[in-house]
């Protein structure tokens, strides 16, 4: 009789446990192809002369919803695309806060930077020579991706159910800086140990398991731009194929891919298919021995969201006179950016001398401290914030919410080149950061943080 008795209450013990773990989160995920159907004008690189030629795989939005136990909700959507612009993000925040009462602070666009996606909305604009049925096709579908992420983040905050979350790290290797190191030489400096420059090997890993231990979704980041591939066929370069190997191998279960602080750092070897297969696989891998080696965390406790907009200040502004003068100048991106900024003046008046940089923050209960950046964010920072917060409960995506140019340390500033302020053209901009660039960034980051709350590690 005694026996029968511990028996039950250990399974009433089970069970009311197993109850309390699934009810700690509700996890809802969707996703949608916007995949072009007919040519059209591909984002990333100058030198193209064509329209895209067809697809390699399918380009997808996708949207996580994450609900804690008191109902806190963020939802990450994830895109395959190189970059996003200010006004489209805003437009697509402000919709989902009219549709679900959710803030900026609980919206992340995250950008995973393929340099094989479709030209969106006026992000990177002036450095292509757009014909006016190109232009018309580039704004037909950003209207169709804007509303395909509408309808990824209703279904997915529809479909939230009970499950787990965890988190790991694992590491890849595949990217190097591409300011230290000459990249026709890596495989040999590499053999010889002699690689240059900082770099993040980090995979940070999250895991959501519905509450019969099925998984339902992996999310991971690695610092590295997309750019294996430079041909005219869309795909979402090494980060595509590492969703594809690990959808393959977890077919239950949907993947998030978000760039980290890799405005610096290439993967090397780069330049065909099989490479980018190659990398794609090398991350998939590090995926894979975090989801499968037993070493995650689950996480428990709450979600906290903040965010928030800090000026981001430039270097001495050109007058106008100097705009007029350089809209006629045979470099062909100097004055389309002098032409887009004298349009800008026109309707709007002086040129602004700050910047509104976009910064979120989510702790994800007990688990990581998750910073969202916008930029093309060099990998300093990411060693920086991770070196004073906890290297290994801190992660820091980049290319999130507003990819309006590369955001350089003060070191990389000082180098000049063009993470240090060269790229500025082609994103229309008037000119270099000011010198401040990185205390300003990490101000707007410490108040975020503060703006979190104190469990911050």
Avoid at 227 to 233: I, R
Avoid at 437 to 456: D, F, P, Q
């Amino acid at each position: 009789m005694r026996d029968r008795f511990v028996l039950a209450f250990f399974v009433i013990w089970i069970a009311t446990h197993d109850i309390h773990a699934a009810e700690g989160w509700k996890i809802g995920v969707a996703r949608r192809d916007v995949t072009p159907t007919e040519p059209i004008w591909m984002a990333g690189y100058s030198a193209r002369t064509a329209p895209s030629e067809g697809a390699v795989h399918p380009l997808w939005v996708r949207a996580l919803a994450i609900e804690d136990e008191k109902g806190s909700t963020g939802v990450l959507v994830t895109l395959d695309v190189c970059g996003i612009d200010r006004e489209l993000s805003l437009r697509i925040r402000h919709q989902i806060e009219a549709d679900h009462a959710l803030g900026s602070e609980r919206v992340v666009l995250a950008c995973s930077h393929t340099h094989c996606g479709p030209v969106l909305g006026h992000n990177l604009i002036t450095m292509y020579p757009l014909d006016e049925p190109q232009r018309e096709r580039i704004t037909a579908y950003t209207r169709h991706l804007e509303a395909a992420v509408g309808d990824a983040v209703d279904e997915a905050l529809k479909n939230r159910t009970e499950g787990t979350l965890s988190w790991g790290l694992g590491r890849a290797n595949f990217g190097v800086n591409r300011r230290n190191n000459d990249q026709t030489r890596v495989p040999e400096l590499r053999e010889a140990l002699a690689l240059a420059g900082p770099n993040d090997p980090d995979v940070p890993v999250l895991v959501a398991r519905t509450a019969t231990g099925d998984l339902q979704a992996i999310v991971f980041g690695y610092a590295c731009h997309g750019t294996t591939l430079s041909f005219q066929q869309l795909c979402n370069d090494y980060a595509g194929f590492a969703q594809v190997d690990l959808e393959a191998a977890y077919p239950q279960s949907m993947t998030f891919f978000w760039a980290g602080c890799g405005g610096d750092q290439n993967p090397l070897p780069r330049g065909t298919i099989e490479l980018a297969k190659q990398h794609g696989g090398e991350l998939a891998a590090a995926v894979r021995s975090v989801v499968d080696g037993g070493g995650t965390k689950e996480i428990s406790g709450a979600l906290r969201c903040a965010y928030g907009e800090s000026p981001l200040t430039f270097d001495t502004l050109p007058e106008k006179s100097h705009w007029e003068a350089t809209a006629q100048s045979d470099n062909v991106y100097e004055a389309n950016r002098a032409k887009a900024l004298l349009a800008r003046i026109d309707a709007d008046g002086p040129l602004s001398p700050t910047y509104p940089y976009p910064v979120a923050a989510w702790q994800l209960g007990d688990g990581p401290l998750w910073i969202f950046l916008g930029g093309e964010v060099v990998v300093d920072y990411a060693l920086r914030l991770k070196r004073n917060l906890s290297n290994e409960r801190t992660w820091i995506a980049a290319y999130c919410n507003d990819v309006m140019a590369y955001i350089p340390t003060r070191r990389v500033w000082d180098e000049g080149g063009y993470e240090g302020g060269g790229a500025m053209v082609y994103y229309a901009q008037p000119t270099r950061w000011s010198e401040s660039v990185e205390s300003e960034v990490i101000a707007a980051v410490k108040t975020v943080l503060k703006n979190l709350g104190s469990a911050t590690p």
